[in-house]
Antibody, heavy 115, light 109 residues
Framework: QVQLQESGPGLVKPSETLSLTCSVS????????WIWVRQPAGKGLEWLGR???????NYSPSLKSRLSMSVDTPKNQFSLKLASVTAADTAVYFC??????????WGQGILVTVS | QTVVTQEPSFSVSPGGTVTLTCGSN?????????PSWYQQAPGQAPRTLIY???TRSSGVPSRFSGSILGTKAALTITGAQADDESDYYC?????????FGGGTKLTVL
């Protein structure tokens, strides 16, 4: 059974960089797309971007200037960095696996507060 | 800029049928948008129900079905149950990425 687990600081100061990692167990990171989704409290889901196991990326246009994603295949994990954060970036961040347009496995989410 | 639209709220009686829709402000939704649907309970990660317009994810009951109805993608719940009360999100594949709709809060009463 594939499992995803987000990790990273729960508190980030304004103007700093938010860094999160998603660790994948029970399956390989190879040959899949991996995505990040976030959800501010009481609001809807927002797709942030995707990274392929080769390292190629696509980002949400609204975040493209601040966002980067990468893959560490030996560690079977992928990461997100969001620069110059503000309070508007406070949210629960989820990672998920993509298989043929299906987000088939999700992490439990991690709350990141910018303050 | 594309905006994905969903009804903010809907209600259905237990045992009833409800259809939630997913539209786009720039035109019709088609299978080329690979519409997908997600259920999210409070405090939980989303659960994928439907992908590729009408394919149920593993373990999803057959009362959930997806389709294209006119210019929108649709999620139909046939024989709604109490534990179907939840938030439902759709997503469309647009320009090498996905866009989520604002979500529909479904009440079963």
């Amino acid at each position: 059974q594939v499992q995803l687990q987000e990790s990273g600081p729960g508190l980030v100061k304004p103007s700093e960089t938010l860094s999160l990692t998603c660790s994948v167990s029970g399956g390989s990171i190879i040959n899949y797309y991996w995505i990040w989704v976030r959800q501010p409290a009481g609001k809807g889901l927002e797709w942030l971007g995707r990274v392929y196991s080769s390292g190629s990326t696509n980002y949400s246009p609204s975040l493209k200037s601040r966002l980067s994603m990468s893959v560490d295949t030996p560690k079977n994990q992928f990461s997100l960095k969001l620069a110059s954060v503000t309070a508007a970036d406070t949210a629960v961040y989820f990672c998920a696996r993509v298989r043929a347009y299906e987000f088939d496995y999700w992490g439990q989410g991690i709350l990141v507060t910018v303050s | 800029q594309t905006v994905v639209t969903q009804e903010p709220s809907f209600s259905v009686s237990p045992g009833g049928t409800v259809t939630l829709t997913c539209g786009s402000n720039v035109g019709s939704v088609s299978t080329s948008h690979y519409p997908s649907w997600y259920q999210q309970a409070p405090g939980q990660a989303p659960r994928t129900l439907i992908y590729n317009t009408n394919t149920r994810s593993s373990g999803v009951p057959s009362r959930f079905s997806g389709s294209i109805l006119g210019t929108k993608a649709a999620l139909t719940i046939t024989g709604a149950q109490a534990d179907d009360e939840s938030d439902y999100y759709c997503a469309l594949y647009v320009g090498n990425g996905h866009l989520f709709g604002g979500g529909t809060k479904l009440t079963v009463l």
